[in-house]
């Protein structure tokens, strides 16, 4: 179809282990958006880009979490020497326009993440 | 501290009653407010949202209330219909300042009895 994907759907992991976490937006669209989303949950804010750009990262709870949007399309969040504590459910959405928060925000089905 | 609170986790109704979902937000900068519906194991979708510059917004079955001095706003979904079990979230942005970073309530899981 031609909503977000992301993957893998699920990844389980032993702690200590770096995990990479994929996303594919929308097709053209310019904004993406990383949520974090733990059971019981809303969906809690981690990072976004505009293009290739990093225009927020307050929400990364640490720097083990970086992400990078190197050609303004696929996303990529990565987890260093993963804990026990990363594990979640991690969303990723995506927006036509960048600089408009009225912008709906599409959200992909996500990666469920469990660290062993 | 949340700054969005959907104090009931659950609400249960029945077929081609109203279902009213309640959203609190503590932030005074908050004023732009969207629900979100969410099937399980597939992402929120948006729903219906409002600007602070209105108290109401209707699509369909469809209405959001926005009561800015209380900082509550409600979401109406009538009649309800089966489908509509899901789980719903509330989530508000600020358009000055913010780029789009959305703040989301914990969700309230609706169930529409036939």
């Known amino acids: 179809g031609a909503g977000v994907s992301q993957s893998p759907r699920y990844k389980v992991t032993k702690r200590g282990q770096d995990v990479a976490l994929r996303c594919d937006p929308i097709?053209?669209?310019?904004?993406l958006y990383w949520y974090r989303q733990a059971l019981g949950q809303g969906p809690e804010f981690l990072t976004y880009?505009?293009?290739?750009?990093?225009?927020?990262k307050s929400g990364l709870p640490n720097d083990r979490f970086s992400a990078e949007r190197p050609e303004g399309s696929i996303s990529t969040l990565t987890i260093q020497r993963t804990e026990q504590r990363d594990s979640a459910m991690y969303r990723c959405?995506?927006?036509?326009?960048?600089?408009?928060?009225?912008?709906?925000?599409?959200f992909g089905p996500g990666t469920r993440l469990t660290v062993l | 501290d949340q700054q969005v609170k959907q104090n009931s986790p659950s609400l249960s109704v029945q077929e081609g009653r109203i279902s009213i979902l309640n959203c609190d937000y503590t932030?005074?900068?908050?004023?732009?407010f969207l629900w979100y519906k969410k099937y399980p194991a597939e992402g929120p979708t948006f729903l219906i949202s409002?600007?602070?510059?209105?108290d109401k917004n209707e699509d369909g079955r469809f209405t959001v209330f926005l009561n800015k001095s209380a900082k509550h706003l409600s979401l109406h979904i009538v009649p309800s219909q089966p489908g509509d079990s899901a789980v719903y979230f509330c989530a508000a942005s600020a358009l000055r300042g913010s780029q789009g970073n959305l703040i989301f309530g914990k969700g309230t899981k609706l169930s529409v009895k036939p």
């Open positions: 959405a995506s927006s036509l326009t960048g600089g408009l928060s009225t912008d709906t925000q599409y």
């Open positions: 097709s053209g669209h310019v904004s």
């Open positions: 409002i600007s602070s510059i209105k």
């Open positions: 932030n005074s900068m908050f004023d732009y």
């Open positions: 880009f505009n293009y290739e750009a990093q225009q927020d």
